[in-house]
């Protein structure tokens, strides 16, 4: 998202840009993603949910991405929804594939299968992909399954420390979601997810309810405190009223019917409580890594002199929460490359 974006600005701008794509296929993550580009309707909810995260990028993010998303528009972009479903945020979702294809369009040069030499911007979707960069800073945490493009795997982050960066807040942090405990592929990164960890009882494998407090919206918090669970998963047991809770246009008993891991609750090596219908076994899948490079409002990378960096290469905007990756990939490409050029 944010290496498209940046370059179809740039060439908007008068520059001529290259976008070098070390993956078969141009999108990344953003390609596979429900495609909901989203703010928090009020700032301060915002700096509520994002605690930790940096305050002026967080503020670049929700002053400019109405913007944005007007541009996208502008070049074509269709979109599938005019709202997000969600009365804390707005923002709207566009279909991935058509948006991949107008930005492709819009950006001019994309090669596919090339690394860039000396890259200018950099944009190469976090260190999800690195097993090792994973462990080395998302600690303490089990193994985390891959729920995002296969090619992200910290080629910025390192580039970038070469390059003397400063890192962000929030290293340990990840974004994902809770999915069957089991081998997942593409196909079922956003229907196999099992988004009803706050209607469940939640254990872990050792029979504690390891959860304190109310989970949050986007269960994210949940996610992360799976991954420091025993063995990194968690079990969802749910009563008859649990299942039929709706999330979006699902019921629970929907996202259920979708994991192979669900058990009778009797299975359990664990007591649960009465009235208990179905256990599901679930573990995290990570989609991107909160923390990262440091930039500053003009997405300059601290530390780093001429280079720039957007998208989940940088860290510390959701910091403490979660934050719609894809509008901050959006806003802070763009941003890169007007400061590339040196337009603003
Ligand atoms: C299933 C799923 C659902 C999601 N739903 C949403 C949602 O609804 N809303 C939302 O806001 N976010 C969502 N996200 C997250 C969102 O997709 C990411 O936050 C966003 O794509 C990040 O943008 P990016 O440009 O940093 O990374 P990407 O979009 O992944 O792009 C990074 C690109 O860099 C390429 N690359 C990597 N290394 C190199 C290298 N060395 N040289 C050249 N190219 C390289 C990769 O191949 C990739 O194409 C979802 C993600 C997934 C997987």
Redesign the pocket.
Known sequence: ???LSAAARARELGGAPVV????TR?????L???????RFREWDDFRTECPSGDELLQRVVWERLDEGIAWLESLGAPVVAHETGNPRTVGKRFDPSGLTDVLVRAAGDVRLGE??IGPEIL????FQGSAELVAEHIRPAGRLRL???P???G??LKLGLERGAALSAGMDEFYGRNMPDTDFSEGD??PAAQLYGRYSRVYNEQGQEFFEGAVSWSENDLVQTTARQPGARAWYVLDDAALGQRVRERTVADMVALAPTRVDPSDLPFEVPAGARVAVRVAPGI??TIGGLRIDEQARVVGAEGLHA????VGGISTGGYA????A?LVF?RVAAEGALDRL
């Not at 141009?26 to 953003?30: F, L, Q």
């Not at 719609?324 to 509008?327: K, T």
């Open positions: 998202m944010a290496g070098y794509e070390k993956g141009a999108g990344g993550s953003m596979l993603s429900s495609c909901v580009i989203w690394r860039a944009a190469t979707g976090g729920r995002a493009n090619w992200s795997s080629d910025g990164f956003v989609t991107h957007a998208g989940a290469d719609s990756g894809l509008a990939a490409g």
